[in-house]
């Protein structure tokens, strides 16, 4: 007898911007919207073990979207996107998640993402909190500065081939992760088109900018939660940490022993740490 898994997967038709984007994402379980955005240059296969977790999913209706020109989302039609560069920009990326949020008719869904999604949670939570109750960050600081060197001279340059960013991806990840859960992690990295992910590095080490903001982010309106891992040197956790002690209200929490993809290179020791700010949520929106 077959067995086949809980999750869903469709299509559904942005307008953004005046083009239309196909955007594919995967959905299981019910309760509070909790919606997941991916790491740059991956897609949102990495959350397939909370899409897969019933725990979760009895409480939560989880939603991994593949931004566009990530996974099955393709680039929109309508635009000779071969003609010019791939760049991820802020404006794009929080009028993105605006808008699929309001097409598929969620009631202030709780956000959740990594590392670029990370830096996401805290600028939506500045800049649209009324469309979102809580914004859950991983891998997420004020600002990744140093990065613009290696965005234009390393993973532009080219010499270097698609083999490269899987194996720096290894890097990020904790020895104490299990080994098979690693390698699918980097596994996607390998998949994504060549220009993807320099681009989506535009916004992660070059746009996103929170130092003089932080501040203003309200909580009593949109609950900040900051995690980090502390194998990872990227968003590294002195910096997440300054991002929460920015933030009145928010929350920091050190995942001990983990790295930069929590979620999907040991989802097993992630979600202990994800379920207490999950209940926080559950009970904060019951107030």
């Not at 390393?154 to 698609?162: E, F, G, T």
């Not at 992910?197 to 080490?205: I, K, M, R």
């Amino acid at each position: 007898m077959a067995r086949y898994s809980d999750i869903t997967g469709r299509y559904v038709y942005l307008d953004l911007d005046g083009l239309e984007y196909r955007v594919y994402f995967e959905e299981a379980g019910q309760g509070i919207p909790l919606v997941c955005q991916h790491t740059a240059g991956s897609d949102g296969r990495q959350y397939r073990h909370l899409l897969e977790d019933p725990e979760i999913t009895a409480r939560f209706r989880v939603i991994a979207a593949d931004l566009p020109y990530h996974g099955k989302s393709l680039p929109p039609d309508g635009k000779r996107y071969w003609e010019e560069e791939y760049k991820l920009t802020q404006a794009f990326f929080m009028n993105y998640w605006v808008r699929l949020v309001e097409t598929l008719g969620l009631d202030r869904p709780v956000y959740m993402g990594c590392s670029m999604g990370g830096h996401l949670a805290a600028d939506l939570a500045l800049n649209h909190a009324d469309s979102f109750r809580a914004c859950i960050g991983l891998e997420a600081s004020m600002w990744s500065g140093g990065f613009d060197r290696l965005w234009q001279q390393w993973w532009r340059h080219p010499r270097l081939s698609n083999d490269a960013k899987p194996a720096m991806m290894l890097s990020l990840c904790s020895p104490n992760a299990p080994e098979a859960r690693v390698r699918e992690t980097v596994w996607t990295y390998s998949q994504g088109a060549p220009p993807v992910f320099s681009g989506d590095l535009w916004y992660y080490a070059l746009e996103h900018d929170l130092r003089e903001a932080a501040g203003g982010i309200d909580t009593a309106k949109c609950m900040l939660y900051v995690l980090s891992g502390d194998y990872d040197w990227s968003a590294y956790p002195e910096a997440c940490r300054a991002l929460a002690e920015a933030v009145p209200g928010a929350s920091y929490t050190l995942m001990e022993g983990m790295g930069h993809f929590p979620m999907s290179e040991d989802p097993v020791q992630f979600k202990k740490y994800l379920l207490p700010v999950l209940a926080d949520i559950e009970q904060r929106s019951d107030v």
